[in-house]
């Protein structure tokens, strides 16, 4: 059973003390595939000593996360630039709007937005959408996008059905991660009626945790309880639903 976690920032300082150990624990456990999501460039360093440690697990993404959009915005843009023409990259990511910290910079988060679909086009890359508390600002973006070369994933996905559906429409897969196995996370009540071959799995590690872990530093291996709880919502077995979800992972970041 191959697991693909594709959406974990083992580089985070959160594992400064344990990183080996903890990616270990997820590789004994079958995660063996790791997709990591960039957030601006003062990781770019940690994450390159990340990808020399693991070069045949680790994937990595370039982009400036929504919440890192600030005055230097078009500088951290230069700096995506620079990385992709470089050196090969799986996605631009994390991109995309979070209202929920900072309502005053929606302008500027829209227009680096743009600017990233701009560019994971130009080098025929998925995106990994970052949506909080903006969701109707960010299917605006895919509507004014959307065409063959926009394809992705919506991580985190923490909508209702109906969005659900409506991102799906716009070539992304639904990353599912630990809100999952939450009491009132809310998708578990409609999940089973999203087909298999739209989901993935993530852990956004450090972050939300999954229960029973809730509250806690979220790693690699807890994405083990997310797929205990797809398996139970879809009545299948783990290993189908890890071999579905990996297979889907390949489809999006072809590797």
């Not at 086009?121 to 960010?138: D, M, N, S």
């Not at 939300?208 to 309880?225: C, D, F, H, T």
Request: net charge negative.
């Amino acid at each position: 059973m191959i697991i693909t976690d594709t959406h974990t920032h083992l580089y985070s300082e959160a594992f400064d003390d344990d990183r080996d150990a903890m990616v270990q624990r997820a590789i004994d456990l079958g995660i063996t595939r790791f997709f990591i999501p960039a957030i601006d460039s003062t990781y770019t360093d940690a994450m390159f000593r990340l990808e020399a440690d693991y070069p045949d697990k680790v994937f990595l993404m370039a982009g400036l996360h929504p919440t890192h959009v600030k005055e230097n915005y078009r500088e951290e843009l230069q700096h995506v630039e620079r990385l992709l023409s470089q050196k090969p990259f799986c996605a631009v990511g994390e991109i995309g709007i979070d209202l929920y910290w900072d309502t005053s910079t929606l302008d500027i988060q829209i227009e680096a937005f743009h600017h990233q679909i701009r560019l994971a086009k130009h080098y025929q890359l998925p995106i990994v959408i970052h949506c909080r508390e903006a969701f109707e600002e960010i299917f605006e973006v895919l509507e004014a996008t959307k065409d063959d070369s926009l394809f992705g994933i919506f991580h985190c996905f923490t909508g209702n059905e109906e969005q659900a559906h409506r991102a799906i429409s716009y070539n992304m897969k639904l990353g599912i991660g630990g809100v999952a196995t939450f009491k009132n996370g809310g998708i578990d009540a409609f999940l089973d009626k999203i087909d298999l071959k739209h989901i993935v799995l993530e852990t956004d590690a450090p972050y939300l945790a999954p229960v029973p872990y809730r509250g806690k530093r979220n790693e690699s291996a807890y994405i083990i309880k997310v797929l205990e709880k797809l398996s139970e919502i879809y009545g299948l077995p783990q290993t189908t639903i890890a071999d579905i979800t990996t297979q889907n992972s390949k489809d999006v970041f072809k590797i």
